[in-house]
């Protein structure tokens, strides 16, 4: 499928070589009827939450009246397909678990096939067969390929079309929806809502009105069955990172994830000239969310390169709709900077793309798209006020490619230390979405002064590797004599700055610290520093359900673990190639 991304990665099992016909079983829309009520469409909405029989009265009906409950009256349960009218989130006794109908079916292309009219989709997809998830635990398992999809299939038959989640007191009670999402199945109709309600909130580092992960994403959805399995496989594997019996959204996230590969497969087919439709886009997209969300540490940077060729093939972001490439454009600028500059196994495109910079030099494609001049117009979910830090990151991950030329190095290490020491949250005058608070702007705003401190830190960190690798050219110490802020005292601050919010609540804006405070973890010695360190990783883990999060614990624990050695270096030997968007 993407094109020799998975180089490096272990072998594929024998039965994934081949091509795969697999039947995905998707779930009756047979409606349970519940022992001792009659169902009706038109019952009260108190009634039909409760599965009760309504008498239907008006205005109110007399059961709610009698048991002295609030009747909600008769509108639809989704007043709007995208805004529900009732409280989905309540406490509720776990429904009754049934298999799912196999009345239901859907033929999947082989993900291997290779089509010869196709050049196009030929080198982004064809040759490339992505890992399927087996499980959601193991780091050095995650990415393995899944060597029998019927083994997976069958596990889904097991899975229960009206379930119950719970996490604490909390549990997700599926609702009828109105006519407008009829040709949703149970399951879809069950992680819409989940994603509605809860998932666009803690998927993004700023909640507003207009949150694109809703407004874009599920309109477009409801007339996609392509975005609508993406979305799905996301809110699932979310949906099983926050709640304790996880297993059947595991395995929902892994028919899901399975069905959008097959999907954009055959939409690349369709597309042999390059022009794929936003929808095509907008899915593989949210297969890196869906990477990013289950805490993988290799198969998000080939759904990553494949968002880049994606892009190129249409022309650029500026060929893109206008709301398409808003969040495009935050969502790749975050993670390519990581992939470019920090945390992979290369020693290594705006934040993922930059983010992604950070953490995996090597196994980044080069890239057409100039993201210095991309300038995002909105104040970002994923990147906030801290647009340029994370950019600078980028640069910062790309100085060891200078180290053969002293004179070009010194003059962009001081480039570099001249924007950090001169930025503000006010250089950029972004436009801000509808719904935002002084208090959520002071919270980017915070984040923001924390990617700052977190910027020198890997600064020094950076020359400091650099003079490991090259002594006989290169010494750390005169370069970073000649940065503004010294490593121990931008450290200072960034604790200093995480004290002060801590405890972390599930306030959106903080999701976005997973990495200053790795960066941190990274520099520290002292055990009241590493405490506080984890104290606030865990919070993020508990409050937000990313999956990355529990790798970079992870990371930090091995490091601490051990003696004199590099973070870098440790990333090395683990081979984890760590995103932190």
């Excluded at 047979?30 to 169902?39: I, L, M, Q, S």
């Excluded at 398409?324 to 992939?339: A, D, N, Q």
């Amino acid at each position: 499928m993407w094109d020799d991304t998975m180089a490096g990665d272990r072998p594929l099992p024998h039965a994934a070589a081949n091509p795969l016909e697999a039947q995905f079983q998707v779930v009756s829309k047979r409606r349970c009827r519940r022992e001792g009520g009659k169902w009706t469409r038109t019952g009260c909405l108190t009634c039909k939450s409760r599965r009760k029989r309504c008498d239907e009265s008006k205005p109110g009906c007399r059961s709610c009246a009698r048991l002295g409950l609030q009747c909600e009256g008769y509108g639809s349960i989704w007043a709007e397909p995208l805004n529900p009218s009732a409280q989905v989130f309540s406490q509720t006794k776990p429904t009754k678990r049934r298999r799912l109908s196999t009345s239901s079916s859907i033929s999947s292309s082989s993900l291997g096939r290779a089509s010869a009219s196709s050049p196009c989709s030929s080198s982004l997809w064809l040759h490339y067969q992505p890992t399927t998830p087996t499980t959601f635990s193991d780091p050095g398992d995650s990415d393995t390929c899944l060597s029998n999809v019927d083994d997976t299939m069958d596990e889904v038959d097991q899975m229960p079309a009206h379930t119950t989640a719970e996490n604490g007191d909390l549990s997700i009670m599926t609702l009828t929806p109105c006519k407008s999402l009829s040709h949703l199945s149970h399951s879809e109709t069950h992680y819409l809502q989940y994603h509605m309600e809860l998932g666009s909130k803690l998927l993004a580092n700023l909640e507003s009105a207009d949150n694109p992960l809703r407004s874009l994403i599920i309109p477009r959805a409801l007339s996609s069955s392509l975005l609508m399995k993406a979305l799905c496989a996301v809110s699932a594997t979310h949906c099983a990172n926050r709640i304790a019996a996880h297993s059947e959204a595991q395995t929902a996230a892994t028919m899901y994830y399975i069905q959008t590969l097959n999907g954009l497969q055959s939409v690349l087919s369709e597309y042999p000239t390059g022009r794929f439709p936003d929808e095509a886009i907008l899915a593989v997209a949210l297969l890196c969310k869906y990477e990013i969300v289950r805490g993988s540490v290799k198969q998000w940077v080939a759904h990553l390169n494949a968002l880049q060729k994606l892009v190129i093939a249409r022309g650029g972001f500026g060929a893109l709709n206008h709301d398409t490439r808003e969040f495009l454009m935050g969502l790749y600028v975050v993670s390519l900077i990581e992939k470019k500059a920090i945390l992979t196994k290369n020693n290594s495109y705006i934040y993922a793309h930059n983010v992604a910079k950070i953490s995996n030099r090597k196994q980044i494609t080069s890239s057409m798209l100039d993201m210095e001049d991309v300038r995002i117009t909105k104040l970002d979910i994923y990147i906030g006020y801290a647009e340029d830090l994370v950019k600078l990151c980028a640069r910062i991950a790309d100085l060891p490619s200078l180290s053969h030329d002293p004179v070009a190095l010194g003059i962009e290490i001081h480039a570099i230390d001249t924007l950090l020491h001169d930025w503000t949250h006010q250089d950029i005058r972004y436009i801000i979405p509808e719904g935002i608070t002084e208090m959520n702007l002071c919270r980017l705003r915070m984040v923001a002064n924390c990617f700052r401190d977190a910027a020198y830190i890997y600064l020094h960190s950076i020359l400091e590797k650099m003079s490991k690798g090259m002594k006989t050219t290169f010494t750390a110490g005169p370069w970073s004599a000649l940065i503004t802020m010294t490593r121990s005292d931008a450290l200072q601050m960034l604790l200093d700055r995480i004290r002060t919010a801590s405890p972390l609540d599930a306030h959106c804006e903080y999701s976005a610290l997973t990495f200053p405070l790795l960066i941190a973890g990274c520099e520290i010695r002292v055990p009241d520093d590493k405490e506080l360190i984890m104290t606030c990783l865990s919070s993020l883990e508990v409050n937000f359900g990313i999956g990355n999060v529990k790798r970079a614990k992870e990371m930090l624990q091995a490091l601490w673990a051990m003696e004199g050695v590099h973070w870098l270096d440790l990333l090395d030997q683990l081979q984890w190639d760590l995103i932190l968007a």
